[in-house]
């Protein structure tokens, strides 16, 4: 940032809300006080399949401060269910710790003492619990909108005459979120409207979902949520928990609160889903690839298909003229699995590069010097150029810095005393992808500015980013900016997931703050008492909060003047952005990852040592905010590699370490030394920011290198994750 406060796109401006994150300013969504607020508490299915045959009640409606228990029995009827969610309109169980009823009282604690005095009685149906023998009924699906299978060229003819073939069996566990605020709603009725205080990656989906399930106009129900303490995906659905809240809010004439408690966050509200991938590869001597064939299955629930996409990436990863990707989802009668932090692409990049990894070990090959022989310069099925692509840069920086040239090739040849030194490395990717928003900008009569979008802050910087991007366009300090967003009452934004939120309300920001700055310079040059009166607006400019002729000496004045001589009105303009990409040029962000890995030679202790990382992300908004999210990811890809698996009672589907204590993730002391830096170079063919998303592309080849550093270490290749010492002795 210059010495006059000015902030220009790519300056690492400190965040906006972080003062107010710091001294607890900063209202999450259980965290609002309304008044006649009543608490409610879910009580949960314990059987994995069947239906209720009755409820007692009874003691939990005697129970002080009760003011309802809404079971199937007597929960209203609504317009439109839906049945992937749990709303109590009838009597059937499809999963462990599935909401079946909702107790209401007066405090917190009286709701959770009563929930636990309600007794559902079951009668227990067939589960479907075995994901192996569900393999032969498994069927393909979509995600997001793209199909689950595809394939070119002749993969088995490739196959058969390759002169070396790689082929192995990797699997990963199911994973669940668990960020550190759980899911929380609270929602009040004023007649026929509705708003929602809720924790949400997509405020838009909530209010339209809401509108349906409630048979009420768009416009009666509001959606709020300021600010969300981690989502990672688990909060782009709309889940259970939210609509109960809605509906017992009418039920009983009250504002109503729900807050998950965590052992709640384990089923209800999503997981990343169990994959087995068979992966094969075949190449040449030389190590130039001619065949890939991967073929994926996961488990999806019996209510609602969710196809995890981790043969996708094995698309676009490396040139090869035969490859083919197969999905498969089989039914469980578990939760209903979503998006987590890049869906599909963090399991599927897995195999992917640890079998490239062996691939190299078997050809004696430099692990990277395989990859650039395989480099994909188009995207290798449509054979279109991508929109940019620097990843052969990422993989020379990121080389250099990690010092990749000094390692020994040999397995178990690097050790210091006890430990077992391992270096590996991945490529990471992630599609760039972006949606239509819309933004608003407003020169206010007090001398600041406002900048709004109905998008949501989950903590990778929104207010931050639309804040730098109208003081950018506008030439003003950041401190004469207000950013507003998770609101339904603001122009629309997308949902905040797949990386794309900087992609999608970044231009619609810059488009308004341009527009709105055309508009009071027009206001400027017509006003009679401006000094600036007459001038021709292209040669006016807008700088440092003032209106100033580009040659005029003193014919300058600051804008809440012109808006003072009329009548203290707001000057500002809406813009709307929509993608100009079309949907068949391929668009992706590549990065390359470096790791090194101790490991205890008679413990199997591991623990990672350093991260070196550089990507290719197009233009880089705030070079702070994106180095925590490459960070992050890089700190959840250790966390997957290492430590993160949902234990599942597989005979009646209950989850045995739904708790914090149990479901371990990586924690500070687990976290190595990081070097995450990106390329800065701008994508315009995506958008007209230049910028493509960041969020998730960290966690996605992290895995990976662990996993091949490990292997460097020890000599042992694990495919299984996580990878835990007992698999190391």
Not at 456 to 472: K, M
Request: charged share 20%.
């Amino acid at each position: 940032m210059s010495g006059n406060g000015l902030v220009a796109i790519g300056d690492p401006l400190a965040r906006v809300d972080g003062r107010a994150k710091v001294t607890g300013a900063a209202k999450y969504s259980a965290e609002f006080s309304i008044p006649g607020l009543v608490h409610a508490a879910l009580v949960m299915s314990t059987v994995p399949s069947g239906w209720i045959e009755r409820m007692d009640t009874a003691a939990a409606e005697k129970s002080p401060g009760v003011l309802a228990v809404i079971t199937p029995s007597n929960a209203i009827r609504l317009a439109a269910p839906e049945r992937r969610i749990s709303l109590l309109q009838d009597d059937q169980v499809f999963y462990q710790n599935q909401p079946v009823a909702i107790v209401v009282a007066e405090t917190l604690e009286q709701a959770r003492y009563a929930a636990t005095l309600v007794q559902p009685h079951y009668q227990p149906g067939p589960a479907k619990l075995d994901f192996l023998a569900g393999f032969p009924a498994s069927y393909s699906s979509s995600h997001a909108g793209e199909p689950g299978d595809q394939s070119w060229g002749d993969v088995d003819g490739a196959l058969a005459s390759a002169e070396v073939k790689i082929q192995a069996l990797y699997t990963t566990p199911i994973q669940h979120h668990n960020p550190m605020e759980p899911h929380a709603t609270i929602a009040q009725w004023n007649g026929d409207r509705v708003t929602l205080h809720d924790a949400s990656q997509h405020i838009t989906g909530v209010q339209e979902t809401t509108a349906k399930i409630f048979g009420i106009p768009k416009e009666n129900v509001r959606v709020i949520s300021l600010f969300v303490g981690g989502a990672f995906g688990c909060k782009g659905q709309i889940w259970s928990h939210a609509m109960l809240a809605v509906l017992a809010a009418r039920q009983v004439q009250r504002p109503v609160k729900v807050v998950l408690e965590r052992p709640q966050m384990f089923g209800p509200v999503g997981a990343r889903p169990r994959t087995y991938q068979q992966m094969t590869l075949g190449a040449t001597r030389e190590g130039k690839l001619t065949a890939i064939k991967h073929v994926v299955h996961s488990n999806t629930s019996v209510i609602e298909d969710y196809l995890e996409s981790a043969a996708f990436p094995a698309r676009v990863m490396y040139a090869c003229p035969n490859i083919s990707t197969t999905s498969r989802i089989v039914p469980l009668n578990l939760g209903t699995p979503t998006y987590m932090r890049a869906p599909g692409v963090a399991t599927g990049t897995y195999a992917v590069e640890v079998a490239m990894d062996e691939l190299a070990t078997k050809l004696q090959i430099d692990p990277l010097e395989l990859r650039l022989r395989n480099y994909a310069q188009v995207d290798p099925h449509s054979g279109q150029p991508f929109t940019e692509k620097h990843l052969r840069e990422c993989y020379q920086q990121a080389a250099s810095r990690f010092g990749w040239s000094k390692r020994s090739h040999e397995p178990r040849s690097m050790r210091n005393r006890q430990e077992l030194i391992g270096w590996g490395m991945a490529t990471e990717t992630y599609p760039g992808k972006n949606l239509p928003a819309s933004a608003m900008v407003r020169f206010q009569p007090n001398g600041r500015i406002l900048v709004a979008s109905g998008t949501q802050e989950i903590g990778t910087g929104n207010y931050t980013i639309l804040t730098e991007i109208a003081a950018d366009v506008l030439r003003v300090p950041a401190a004469m900016i207000d950013a507003r967003l998770g609101d339904t009452d603001l122009p629309p934004a997308p949902i905040s997931a797949g990386s794309m939120s900087t992609a999608s309300i970044g231009p619609a920001v810059q488009a308004a703050a341009e527009n709105a700055r055309q508009k009071l310079i027009a206001l400027a040059v017509s006003d009679r008492q401006s000094m600036l009166y007459g001038a021709r607006p292209e040669d006016v400019v807008f700088d440092g909060g003032n209106v100033t002729l580009k040659s005029g000496r003193g014919k300058s004045e600051p804008f809440a003047a012109v808006l003072r001589r009329h009548g203290n009105q707001p000057v500002e303009a809406t813009a709307a952005a929509k993608p100009i990409l079309d949907s068949h040029t391929p668009c992706h962000s590549f990065g390359a990852i470096f790791a090194e890995v101790t490991v205890d030679a008679d413990l199997g202790m591991t623990r990672v040592k350093r991260v070196v990382a550089v990507y290719d992300v197009g233009r880089i908004v705030n070079r702070e905010t994106a180095q925590s999210q490459f960070i992050g990811g890089i700190v959840w890809g250790i966390s997957l590699a290492l430590y993160e698996d949902t234990g599942v009672d597989w005979r009646y589907g209950r989850i045995t370490n739904a708790n914090l204590a149990d479901y371990l993730v990586a924690v500070n002391a687990d976290i190595p030394e990081i070097d995450a830096s990106a390329l800065d170079i701008p994508d315009y063919r995506l958008d007209s920011l230049g910028a493509r998303g960041i969020g998730e592309i960290g966690i996605t080849g992290t895995g990976a290198a662990i996993a091949n550093a490990i292997f460097h270490a020890t000599g042992k290749r694990v495919r299984d994750l996580p990878i835990t010492p007992d698999k190391l002795v």
